[in-house]
């Protein structure tokens, strides 16, 4: 895998280089942190509705042409679809503001991991015969010190508040 905290780097390890999105060319770098920035959304998101937009906009960074009408390869309704694009530009924007993506994951305390399957080992393979690319993305977890404490925290309110019911009666 190739952590976004290397791009841009020379010879790329991953799919998709430059390219242009709604007209605007973007760099390798750029589309990878929106696409971080959209998977993360994503994962924050508690609607399912919104998460699908969200996957789609991820899409159609790497393969514009899906966002071109609302039955790419499952439809959806043209708010989705307007949606998704909305997204799209917008996780475009944004990553544009990151030199690199050491920038954007120090930044927003998050490890992003691109794997990209190879033909030797190396080389990845090529456009119309190779596999999907996958991202994972880890986010930090809160320590266990403060979990502990704010179970803590509520086992005592729980408490409190059975005592003082326990003094009225």
Not at 79 to 106: F, I, P
């Amino acid at each position: 895998g190739t952590n976004l905290s290397e791009l841009p780097n020379s010879p790329s390890s991953v799919f998709y280089g430059d390219g242009t999105v709604a007209g605007t060319l973007y760099s390798e770098t750029t589309r990878y942190i929106a696409a971080a920035i959209l998977a993360v959304e994503s994962l924050e998101s508690p609607d399912a509705n919104t998460r699908n937009e969200l996957s789609f906009a991820l899409w159609g960074i790497f393969d514009p042409n899906v966002l071109l009408n609302t039955c790419p390869l499952g439809c959806m309704t043209q708010t989705n679809l307007d949606n998704a694009v909305s997204a799209r530009g917008s996780a475009l924007l944004a990553a544009s503001a990151y030199a690199n993506g050491a920038a954007y994951e120090a930044a927003h305390s998050v490890n992003v991991v691109i794997y990209t399957p190879t033909l030797d080992g190396s080389t990845p393979s090529q456009a119309g015969n190779r596999p999907q690319e996958f991202i994972t993305v880890q986010m930090p977890e809160p320590s266990t010190w403060a979990a502990l404490a704010f179970n803590l925290a509520g086992v005592g309110l729980i408490g409190l508040f059975f005592r003082r019911r326990q003094v009225r009666q």
